[in-house]
């Protein structure tokens, strides 16, 4: 299928670095297709699927799916789109779903996007946020740090080690992030 020779972009940052916020404006600009792999699995949730209630579990204590799992619905996704550019939202979180990704799907990324945040600001977002997302609060926001420190970065430093990490201030307003994001793309 046409998605097995597609460019793929990973997005990379901690809850509430704006992955979701800046996928959208690149969209806007750029032929690519948003998959936030979180928006997926919430999808998945509400679907009804025989691994729902698991997967909200894992959600609501901040850790990470089953990589088969994940990886199953960005392909999926990435099938139905019928476009062969992608941004990838929020994968792979650890080393697990970075080598089943590589080895299922049989893509590398392009190079690997990584929004960089102080945590005093990343809780100050999610918790104004207001969406209704049941990790939205102080405790499993905590434990999504965690992971995410522990697990995923590790992913941003080996894909700084092969020099495909773009880092980017996070911190500033949206607007200045994208001027910085919008420079790769077009580069
Ligand atoms: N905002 C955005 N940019 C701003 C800026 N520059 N200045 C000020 N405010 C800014 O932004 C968050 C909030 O901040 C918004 O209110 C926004 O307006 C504001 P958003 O763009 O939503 O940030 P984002 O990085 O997308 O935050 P999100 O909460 O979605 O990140 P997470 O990584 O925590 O969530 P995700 O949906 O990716 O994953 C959720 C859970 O699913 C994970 O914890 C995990 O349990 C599970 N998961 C897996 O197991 N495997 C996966 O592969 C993916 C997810
Ligand atoms: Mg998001």
Redesign the pocket.
């Known amino acids: 299928p046409r998605w097995k020779k597609s460019t793929v972009v990973f997005v990379l940052?901690?809850?509430?670095?704006?992955?979701?916020?800046?996928?959208?404006k690149v969209v806007q600009h750029f032929e690519y297709t948003h998959l936030?792999?979180?928006?997926?699995?919430?999808a998945e949730i509400k679907s009804g699927s025989e691994f729902g209630a698991m997967?909200q579990s894992?959600?609501v204590?901040?850790?990470?799916?089953p990589s088969e799992i994940?990886v199953k619905l960005?392909c999926k996704a990435m099938e139905e789109s019928g476009n062969d550019k992608f941004l990838i939202?929020?994968?792979?979180?650890n080393e697990e779903?970075r080598i089943v990704f590589e080895n299922v799907a049989k893509i590398e990324p392009a190079f690997v996007l990584f929004?960089d945040?102080p945590e005093e600001?990343l809780e100050k977002?999610?918790m104004?946020?207001?969406?209704g997302?049941e990790?939205?609060n102080i405790e499993?926001l905590k434990k999504?740090f965690k992971?995410?420190v522990e697990s995923t970065l590790p992913v941003v430093r080996y894909y700084e080690s092969i020099g495909k990490l773009r880092k980017i201030n996070?911190?500033?307003?949206?607007e200045?992030?994208f001027e910085a994001v919008k420079d790769l793309f077009s580069s």
């Open positions: 940052g901690g809850p509430g670095s704006g992955k979701g916020t800046q996928c959208a936030s792999a979180g928006d997926l699995l919430r997967i894992v959600i204590e901040g850790r990470i799916v994940t960005l939202d929020g994968f792979p979180r779903n929004f945040c600001e977002r999610i104004n946020r207001n969406q997302r990790d939205d499993t999504r992971v995410f996070a911190a500033k307003p949206s200045e992030v």
